[in-house]
């Protein structure tokens, strides 16, 4: 463990609490709005009786699945209002349980409404599946559901682990087919059709998901390789398997990019265009220069450290919440492991020290992995700042993720906001240190780049 100081930056105005969490729960609460609202065309239906059977529950999950799919997409479109309000790890999370509650309704959905149809003509289950597939749209509707059901599997954590994160993207694209298969049959089912405003209404609201979609997942990516004409300029070894790529480009100033915030990096080579890879800013945002830094932990990262100058970069974002923002208090505890130094360090050179402290402490598994050592150092005492690093085997004691321990390294920390970037064993560990000890949630800051 070691720590630096020196002589202190005054004066800069602490920024006031952020709307992020007013806004994911104005969110949830639209959402919730919508979800009861897609229930009322299932349960008011005056042309025949409310009545709680098969057939019932059939067509509110047929609902509810229709109506959880337009929100995955639009938590798919990458907006930046949702981007910077709710925060990419937040919507990460919203994302997979949405999607295990989309699959299980419209699985149950199918289901039901076979059996429903057998048991009104009665005859058996497998007999009604052949009267059931000869309707308009069914049998596009049932290749949607098993297009669904291999995206909800190939998503799950252990078979994700086995995929190339390329394969597994492509796979996951399928959804949109799904989607596309399963919409006329939704138009034309008993509790919308015959209904022109619900329809209506239903039509605009997969067509504003699509939209937004489309907006900032195809054609901001293009406005933007036009606008900035970003182009690699250099690779700098910066550790052992860690390379940072400098891109340069035109107006990055109009990004608005902050610390703390990262890119969707697609770098235009034959090997690597098919994929974007969610990378931090590693160092501040400049009007010229943006630096990203990538450790080899796969075939596509390793790919990206053999760029050579001149490489053309499409850059999607800014994304992220965690900015200054978020900050709620004068004193900040930066907490970062390994490779998520990237925004940790961009963060420790620019946030605002006002009359408030800052730490950062940096855990690794041997010195051989701190990466920017030399900058953070200078950085640590240039700004007055504490720089403290947990070096060594995590079943070491001085290294464990404790609330002790924590509190002995920085007292003060359950008075401060807290910043995390790391793997999720050791984010899972810490978190967990941090709440015992007493640090309110809603002071603690962190994202996951996963989707």
Known sequence: MSSAKSASIRGAALPGPDASAVFSRLFLVLVVAGAVGAAMLAVFDATRPVRLDISLVARLCGLEGGFAVTVLVLLMSRAPFLERGIGAD?????HGVLGRVAIIAIVVHAVGATAAWAIARG????????EVLVMPGLVEATVATFLLLGVGAVSARAARRRLRYEVWHALHLTTYLAIALSFSHELAGPDLAGRPAAQMAWGCLYTLSFALLLRY??????LQLWRHRMRVVSIV???KDVVSIIVRGCHLDELRAESGQFFRWRFLTRATWPAAHPFSL??????DFLRLT????GDGTALLHQLRPGVRVSAEGPYGAMT?????RAGILLIAGGVGITPMRSLFETVHRGDGTLTLLYRASTTAELVFRDELEAIAAERDAELIYLVGSSSEPANAMTPANLLRLVPDMTERDVYMCASPRF????????????LPRRRLHQEEFVF
Do not use: H, N, Y
């Open 123 to 130: 005859i058996s289950f497998g007999a009604s599946v052949g």
């Open 90 to 94: 937040q919507m990460a999370r919203w």
């Open 324 to 328: 200054e923002r978020r900050r709620r």
């Open 282 to 287: 590693s160092a501040p945002p400049s009007q």
């Open 217 to 222: 997942r195809v054609l901001a990516p293009l």
């Open 294 to 297: 990538v450790k080899s932990v």
């Open 237 to 239: 070894p910066e550790g």
């Open 427 to 438: 984010a899972a560990a810490a978190q967990e240190a941090l709440l015992a000890a007493g």
